[in-house]
């Protein structure tokens, strides 16, 4: 890169980094101002201007307010106090975030349930919350009924839209309980004594490995997610964010919410992602913002060519998990000016930003910024699953190009804070010590990355969907982007399984595929694509892909079914014979298990 091009992008990242800074540089963790007294001082100086249209209605900043003071209202009828908690599962509207908002101004926190979940694993995020009132709507409220008697608490039900007829003793209509509060802000003695190391909300893990863990999103972490990104997008009181990501995840809830809400400008709300509504929306709301995850824009360009793609408003996407292959493609055919990349987990204490826009990085760490950012990547030992230690028991940091974990260093301020899950043992769990000193701890992002000479970081894999095979190391990952494309191919899901008398994990990927399965178009272009090591050695043909609520993929049962027919539900395939890959059978399984067959 030339001296003039190195000098504009270093010129683009510093100014995206001093956007960003100024916005969070005020949040002190010892500071008595809280997320709520952030939405206030918008509303006192945006009062008028629209705040939220969403599927129902249009409000301005100070009913928004208004909404959300009742909320406060109503959770004080209830003798909430401070510190204790409230859970919302409730589809994307207006609503939503004046709950969580009001909630916070009386010193409540909120658990914001995924409106995905039913039985046993909604009960099991229900029950770790410790909540004993939850708010929900229409939509939501008979999968929480039938959990409710699965979580082992007497909890009380609160239903926006409730019908008469089905109210009882432990569900009631909340509509005419808020409608009839006071609009007036609750007293801010209902907080006092709280200050940005406390609880704002609960924001659950994906459970993508098992059951979800409840990560504790203090006001300090909220604020900053809010603020960062009413920074980091230039977002302007003229700007309208389009935002279908479900508001119970940090990416839809805070991320797609700071640009709009802090700046005076309008957040559009949709109750669902649709593929086919969403470019007549951005178009018809005016967006010039939108929010994502990866998967949503690969959702997008997977659609047939449709009348108003091209035709928007839209200055910048923003958001995570935009694969390299979908990227260059998504950003021409939409034609969609600027995409602002960036990493950050829910829990964590690590980010990055991708400022210069270039395709494929998660973010950049520019050489004078090494020492400043807080982000580091060691070596990792891909069979023991932890970071390589050296011969003084310090973990050692990756060469550029090295594959290695994220780390974050633990500190008491804004940067390096670890706030942890409601699980204490789950928190210790991704501390690690004595990392580059004695008595050191560090978070750890449990993701693999690498980083290249110039300082952009790329996303490889989660830890445990790497897997090693043959001597090398496989990321699923890869595998997805590699075969995603492959004939007659719709959805492809990676993973490794273990095989008898076999070091390491075989690679296996499940398929949702458009009509027959042509196993030899399929192995070809697994040959073409991928190394040796990296090629399915299974293959199953599923229906449909299992998603969470933020589209990512649920791989646990997968890989416990592994290659087993008994526990396959569908046809099954071994790599060899004249296709490709063969019809897996009983006797295949048992030659394999008993070391008859090689893979």
């Known amino acids: 890169m030339g001296l003039v091009a190195n000098i504009k992008r270093n010129m683009r990242f510093a100014k995206g980094l001093r956007r960003l800074l100024k916005r969070i540089k005020p949040i002190e963790l010892d500071s008595p101002d809280l997320v709520c007294d952030d939405w206030e001082e918008a509303v006192d100086r945006f009062g008028d201007r629209v705040a939220i249209v ?32 409230i859970a919302l599962v409730m589809l994307n509207r207006a609503e939503y975030i004046a709950a969580w ?9 909120t658990a914001l349930i995924n409106t995905n979940l039913t039985g046993h694993t909604l009960a099991h995020c229900l029950s770790i919350s410790n909540a004993s009132q939850v708010v929900t709507d229409e939509d939501c409220w008979k999968r929480v009924e039938d959990a409710r008697v699965l979580s082992g608490r007497n909890l009380m039900l609160w239903v926006l839209g409730l019908r008469d007829e089905d109210e009882a003793d432990e569900r009631r209509g909340l509509d005419k309980p808020v ?31 098992g059951l979800p863990k ?6 300090a972490r909220a604020r900053t997610y809010m603020r960062a990104f009413a920074g980091a997008t230039g977002a302007t009181e003229k700007d309208v964010t389009f935002n ?3 508001l119970y995840h940090s990416t839809g809830g805070l991320v797609g919410v700071g640009p709009a809400l802090l700046n005076g400008g309008q957040l559009v709300l949709r109750k669902r992602f649709s593929a086919t509504n969403f470019w007549p929306d951005v178009n018809a709301s005016g967006a010039t913002l939108f929010v994502y995850i990866g998967e949503l824009c690969r959702y997008l360009l997977n659609c047939p060519q449709a009348e108003g793609e091209r035709s928007h408003k839209l200055r910048l996407a923003f958001g995570n998990g ?29 980010s990055v930003f991708n400022f210069d826009g270039k395709p494929g990085a998660i973010g950049r760490v520019p050489g004078f910024l090494k020492k400043q950012i807080n982000f580091r990547l060691v070596r990792f030992d891909m069979d023991t699953e932890e970071p390589v230690r050296g011969p003084d028991g310090l973990c050692q940091l990756a060469k550029p190009g090295e594959v290695g974990e994220a780390l974050g260093m633990i500190g008491d301020d804004i940067r390096h804070a670890f706030s942890g899950y409601a699980d204490k043992a789950s928190s210790e769990k991704k501390i690690l010590r004595d990392v580059f000193v ?12 690498k980083q290249d000479s110039e300082g952009y970081v790329y996303f490889i894999d989660r830890i445990g969907d790497t897997f090693r095979w043959k001597g090398e190391n496989v990321s699923t990952a890869e595998v997805e982007q590699r075969l995603a494309d492959a004939p007659g191919v719709k959805e492809v899901i990676a993973y490794g399984v273990p095989v008898p008398g076999h070091e390491g994990k075989a690679g296996m990927v499940a398929l949702v595929v458009e009509g027959r399965f042509a196993a030899r178009a399929f192995a070809d272009w697994v040959d073409q694509e991928l190394p040796a090591y990296a090629r399915p050695a299974f293959v199953r043909l599923i229906k449909a892909a299992d998603t969470t609520g933020t589209f990512k ?16 539900d569908g046809p099954l395939y071994v790599r060899g014979g004249k296709n490709g890959y063969a019809k897996f059978s009983e006797a295949a399984r048992a030659a394999i298990m008993d070391g008859e067959t090689r893979l």
């Open 438 to 449: 004695r008595g050191d701890r560090w978070y750890r992002t449990g993701d693999l990355m």
């Open 101 to 109: 908002l009001g909630f916070a101004k009386v010193g409540v926190a």
């Open 214 to 219: 409840a990560a504790k999103i203090t006001h």
């Open 553 to 568: 993929y649920k791989k646990i049962d997968l890989v416990a079914d592994g290659f087993d027919p008994d526990k396959v």
């Open 179 to 209: 409608r009839s509060g006071s609009s007036v802000r609750p007293a801010r003695s209902a907080r006092s004594g709280l200050t940005n190391r406390d609880t704002a909300l609960y924001i659950y893990t994906s459970g993508t490995t």
């Open 54 to 85: 969403d599927d129902r209605r249009t409000v301005t900043y100070r009913e928004l307010d208004a909404m959300a003071n009742r909320f406060g209202h109503w959770a004080q009828s209830r003798r909430l106090k401070r510190g204790d908690t």
């Open 322 to 350: 935009l694969r390299p292959d979908v990227w260059t493609e998504f950003q021409k055919r939409f034609a969609v000016p600027n995409i602002l990349e960036f990493y950050g987990s829910t829990e964590g204490n690590v």
């Open 244 to 246: 279908v990501l479900p």
